[in-house]
T-cell receptor, first 111, second 112 residues
Framework: GESVGLHLPTLSVQEGDNSIINCAYS??????FIWYKQESGKGPQFIID?????DKRQGQRVTVLLNKTVKHLSLQIAATQPGDSAVYFC??????????FGAGTTVTVRA | NAGVTQTPKFQVLKTGQSMTLQCAQD?????MYWYRQDPGMGLRLIYY???????DKGEVPNGYNVSRLNKREFSLRLESAAPSQTSVYFC???????????FGPGTRLLVL
């Protein structure tokens, strides 16, 4: 079946460096993508989204890139901070009201 | 504005017991969702309610029932709990005009 997935389950980053979290999707009909951050013991929190008619979208310290040719999505975090340690999920709009989630990447920030 | 709230935060059940997980949102959202999250896996949709008065099955509905009590509240019921239902359950909601879903803090359920 079609699904959303992340390339790596874990990522260790030095504080102050930039982080790149990748996600591959297989549903070429998906037209909306979201990145969520989930801290330990909490629910997923919206970070940034992008529609399929865009290649790039920037937020505060975060940038999402969408490559529809290879069906790849990435989240870049600039100047990673200890508070960025969390699990990051990508999700795609799957059939109207539903979202399909990847398994997540755990980001650990080293001091 | 509390967003999405869930009760209880944590629950331990014995196999065969029943319980209802409660979810409420104060954002006047039309759609509400129930997910489960298991270790190493993403969120899997159990049931959703696109609008008040409607409910539909998601990816993993077996063993669960839902009730959209009103626009604010969406409950998830386990009629006869099984150890395989040990999980963290998240409720979410979204506005009709947006695809973004907003999540509650979760209910951690342990079935012995």
């Amino acid at each position: 079946g079609e699904s959303v997935g992340l390339h790596l389950p874990t990522l260790s980053v030095q504080e102050g460096d930039n982080s790149i979290i990748n996600c591959a999707y297989s549903n070429s009909a998906s037209d909306y993508f979201i990145w969520y951050k989930q801290e330990s013991g909490k629910g997923p929190q919206f970070i940034i989204d992008i529609r399929s008619n865009m290649d790039k979208r920037q937020g505060q310290r975060v940038t999402v890139l969408l490559n529809k040719t290879v069906k790849h999505l990435s989240l870049q975090i600039a100047a990673t901070q200890p508070g960025d340690s969390a699990v990051y999920f990508c999700a795609e709009n799957n059939n109207d009201y539903k979202l399909s989630f990847g398994a997540g990447t755990t980001v650990t920030v080293r001091a | 504005n509390a967003g999405v709230t869930q009760t209880p935060k944590f629950q331990v059940l014995k196999t065969g017991q029943s319980m209802t997980l409660q979810c409420a949102q104060d954002m006047n959202h039309n759609s509400m969702y129930w997910y489960r999250q298991d270790p190493g896996m993403g969120l899997r949709l159990i049931y959703y309610s696109a609008s008040e008065g409607t409910t539909d099955k998601g990816e993993v509905p077996n063993g669960y029932n839902v009730s959209r009590l009103n626009k604010r509240e969406f409950s998830l019921r386990l009629e006869s709990a099984a150890p395989s239902q040990t999980s963290v359950y998240f409720c979410a909601s979204r506005n009709r005009a947006q695809e973004t879903q907003y999540f509650g803090p979760g209910t951690r359920l342990l079935v012995l």
